[in-house]
């Protein structure tokens, strides 16, 4: 498949539900290979543009291109090239986490399913669990499985809605390791997050949705410096993203 330098590529998106307007212009990019947050308040409008993106909805006006294909005019190769994970996690709990990848691996075509399976397994840290029904696993197995099963195929692009709702901080711990892994070896992933942490955490990039827009956007040290240090006795403590994102909230 054709490399582009920039996986996502969003511009002048515009969405509203009936009459109430969710997205009103979002502007962003995404490097291959990067991690990029969008982070935002519940109701911000974050899975919309990860619905229009998968090709799950049509905008209402503006451009949206995924591995260089375009969300209306491409979306049968848009979807080859993505895979969408996230707060429903789509194991069948009866089966094993094997049988789970193994399903899966068929349904995809992959050569050799088992071997497929195997190997994510591994990677995943659940290899040990592998014979065991998903019934039994742990929050953050199951969205290590979910993530591990969206991986069959080998998708240039990730979407990741809210990986981590409803895990507990240990199950947290798990799933930023396997998104940093997943990063490392070469994934674009887009994530959406209301946890200021995870986007200061794992991501390359951040941009904040409000108002159905895009207010700001950067790496966590450009977002630092839209705040002075403050300053105490001599000595400088950089604002956290939390200081960040709320006073340019607030601003608002
Ligand atoms: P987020 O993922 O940031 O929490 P969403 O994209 O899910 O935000 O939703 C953005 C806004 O659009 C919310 O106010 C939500 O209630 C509204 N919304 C989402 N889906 C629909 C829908 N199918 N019909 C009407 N309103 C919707």
Do not use: C
Not at 34 to 56: D, E, P, Q, V
Not at 112 to 138: C, H, I, K, M
């Amino acid at each position: 498949m054709e490399k582009h330098a920039t996986a996502i590529r969003v511009s002048g998106l515009r969405k509203s539900y009936k009459n109430v307007p969710v997205l009103t212009g979002v502007e962003f990019e995404v490097a291959r290979g990067s991690i990029f947050a969008l982070l935002g308040s519940n109701g911000a409008g974050k899975t919309t543009i990860i619905r229009i993106l998968s090709t799950l909805l049509p905008p209402d006006e503006g451009a949206a291109e995924v591995n260089g294909f375009d969300v209306r005019a491409d979306a049968a190769q848009v979807r080859g090239s993505i895979s969408l994970t996230g707060q429903f996690a789509a194991v069948d709990e009866i089966l094993t986490g094997r049988e789970n990848m193994v399903m899966i691996g068929r349904l995809r075509r992959v050569d050799n399913p088992g071997r497929v399976a195997d190997e994510l397994l591994g990677r995943f840290g659940l290899a040990e669990a592998a014979g065991r029904r998903v019934a039994t696993y742990s929050g953050g197995m199951r969205r290590r499985l979910d993530i591990a099963m969206s991986l069959i195929g080998d998708p240039p692009v990730i979407f990741l809605d809210e990986p981590t709702t409803g895990l507990d901080p240990e199950g947290r711990i798990e799933v930023w390791q396997v998104i940093q892994k997943l990063a490392h070896s070469g994934t674009t992933i887009l994530l959406t997050t209301q946890y200021l942490d995870e986007a200061e955490k794992l991501a390359d990039r951040i941009a904040i949705l409000h108002d159905g827009t895009i207010i700001v956007s950067g790496t966590l040290a450009e977002l630092r410096e839209l705040l002075p240090p403050a300053t105490v006795e001599y000595v400088e403590r950089q604002p956290t993203l939390e200081e960040i994102f709320l006073a340019i909230v607030g601003q608002r």
